[in-house]
């Protein structure tokens, strides 16, 4: 169940990016489960993958395969392909391979995305199999069944699309994500797919991805948990009628900034769906000395159990959030510096507890379902934020639940 | 309610070591609340506080007064004296000045130490007002009734007990502790005090504990939170007839390995009576190339909630313990040469699922109260160890009732 209400957006084709899906029964067979992208030639495409040592056959793969002009993304939902040691390896390149042969393309070409249930063998004959049918569904106007192709236990489809104006010609992105439904333990997790028809070469989209990822999907978390899988492609199909975008220049940086809001709001779907998730929680640190040192304590919040059930209690528990702030391990952090907000509340007062503060006014703001947490450090000029849940029973009722 | 069947000991007296508690009504009116501990003059004394930068007031000042030759402990639960500001400061020296006044020592002869409820004024007043009767309680066969002082929600009093034998002379230690029943949230958590009638300098009594704690407190975790007022204090009232134990002596070594005993024992304690617990869980990370990177596989096991769900449940999920693995930041990590264990039972060898593994047997393991995860990494020598305790629906009950 979502958190706050959540629509589905009017999906706007991004002209080169065509879409197919169909059903191969990898493990629901009531819908679709495979997709296929396909980038028009001369496309260009970067990605960011999970950063677990334990990353899965398919994301070894789809790295691998980057560097050489891919033309088809290959994804299926229901199984991770991953723990399936040199077995998964040959079924990931299996499936590369007899895509690459249905459409005249060389395997290096495909980079394939697997999520789902750990540790099975991944059924490639029957992926294999659908390839025929995902690719007579190839359509531009596809985006929406796509996005619905990738869930694997999300309980809604999660899609982004704007089209914004650069020196005068229009842009499109659309994109769309999975996330941390994890309602069937052993799921792997975060894939995000956004396509743009702006034209920028490779390595400057990289660049422009790696940046928009570090500020989005990197800043969300559900439970600290770093899946197999997690992936994140950025599509560039170059049919803009805008030039080409250059390094340094003015359409760049609106560009950047565009990519980054849409990374922004596929990643925050992803927390509205996080597993058992009731309230949407964004943690703030301010007057930090570093970035880095924010995000530190950030997440150490973010992460804290007693933290999260807490704010699932919307209980104004100040003394849970300064403790957590003062075990992230930021060196020579003066207590009496720090002032903690809940939305415009001041709930900490250099250290202790404000004298203005109540618990009515606390409480107030711990009933909304979207709650900031301020933090703010008198060390420096520097901040940044982390996304993330409540810890509910649900959550552990949904990862308690045997695999079934 | 004790993951496994738990006996409170006979508790041996420590010559030289008086403890007298009585009901100052610091939060429960009904049972004792506040603990005197007198050490012999001559008394050796160490101590190890947490590392969270939100210490309370009386861990500043505890710390402060620990090389200046105490004589004194005093102990409340029922109030942290956390987030307290200046004031709890005045009421902390406050409460070492009238110690220190009715037992003819100087105030710096008193280390204080509060658990319970953060960010509330500690009732200073009454505490004062029943040192006297703490006094006249003092006596060296009371470690019973103290060791049900210093509980907050804790279900259980944790003891241990141990008569040595050291060159031929018998040594006694016995402690205490309390710790993770943070049933009403906000308790500032894990004491523990430890005796021994050892005759051993102040220096040497302070590596022997920060060693012993660094492999028994230290090595355990319920859910990463370290709180504000965590202290382990030992004693050495030197009335053995042992002669003085000094450094680099067969009688250090062995007074060394029955200090760590003791606190493994009380450590272990701690985690039966963890939050929600109904599992006891060893993390042993073994072939590591360096204790660093054991204890942070191990820890990253521990914390993370998809495993603690999982062994909620009783399923032998070891998707989950490999991706905690794999996401626990150690460099250079080679998956393919990793093997899991639970128990005797291999689950992962290689990398991926073990080849004789059967979910009957991972399910039989799992089903049981106590289970060892065994991670071999195939890089090094070292190994070390973690305890903890699973993740329950009862966990978030505890944690998100309000404050009361």
């Known amino acids: 169940m979502a958190v706050g209400k959540v ?32 980038m028009a030639a001369e496309s ?29 993304l290959l994804i299926n939902s229901g199984n991770a392909n991953a723990g399936t040691g040199e077995q998964g390896f040959t079924d990931a390149q299996a499936s590369c391979l007899a ?30 199999h659908s390839l025929p049918q995902a690719k007579s569904a190839l359509s531009e106007d596809n985006w929406s069944n796509a996005s619905q192709a990738i869930m694997t236990t999300d309980t809604f489809a999660k899609g982004y699309s704007m089209v914004t104006q650069i020196d005068g010609h229009a842009v499109t992105i659309t994109g769309m994500s999975k996330g941390a439904g994890m309602i069937q333990p052993n799921m792997a997790t975060m894939l995000g797919f956004i396509a743009t028809d702006a034209n920028i070469a490779p390595a400057l989209l990289q660049q422009c991805l790696s940046v928009a990822v570090e500020q989005s999907f990197n800043r969300i978390t559900v439970d600290g948990d770093t899946s197999t899988n997690d992936a994140c492609v950025l599509m560039a199909s170059g049919q803009s009628s805008l030039p080409e975008i250059l390094i340094d220049t003015d359409a760049f940086a609106i560009f950047q900034h565009a990519i980054l809001d849409a990374c922004k709001q596929l990643a925050e779907l992803i927390i509205r769906d996080g597993e058992g998730a009731t309230k949407l929680i964004k943690i703030k640190v301010q007057q930090a000395e570093s970035e880095a040192e924010a995000v530190q304590i950030a997440k150490t919040i973010a992460h804290s159990p007693l933290v999260k059930t807490a704010f699932f209690a919307s209980d ?16 020579q952090l003066d207590v009496n510096k720090i002032n903690i907000y809940l939305d415009d509340v001041c709930i900490v007062e250099k250290g202790g507890r404000a004298v203005a503060y109540t618990e009515e006014a606390g409480q107030a703001i711990m009933n909304q379902e979207e709650i900031t947490v301020t933090v703010v450090l008198g060390r420096g000029q520097l901040e940044q934020q982390v996304l993330t849940c409540d810890f509910s029973y649900d959550y552990v009722r949904i990862n308690a639940e045997y695999r079934t």
């Not at 677990?52 to 050489?68: D, G, K, S, W």
Request: hydrophobic share 45%; net charge neutral.
């Open 316 to 331: 104004p528990n100040w003394g849970r959030i300064l403790a957590a702030v003062g075990r992230a391990g930021v060196e």
């Open 99 to 128: 895509t690459a042969k249905l459409m005249s393309v060389q395997t290096e070409q495909v980079l394939p995305f697997s999520t789902g249930v750990i540790g099975e063998k991944l059924p490639v004959e029957k992926i294999i």
């Open 7 to 38: 629509d589905f957006p009017k999906m706007q084709v991004v002209s080169g990016i065509k879409l197919g899906t169909c059903c191969a029964g990898v493990k629901q067979t009531e819908r679709d489960d495979v997709l296929l992208v396909e």
């Open 44 to 72: 260009s495409c970067a990605a960011v993958f999970t950063q677990n040592a334990f990353c899965a056959a398919p994301v070894i793969i789809a790295r691998e395969h980057l560097p050489q002009s891919p033309r088809y």
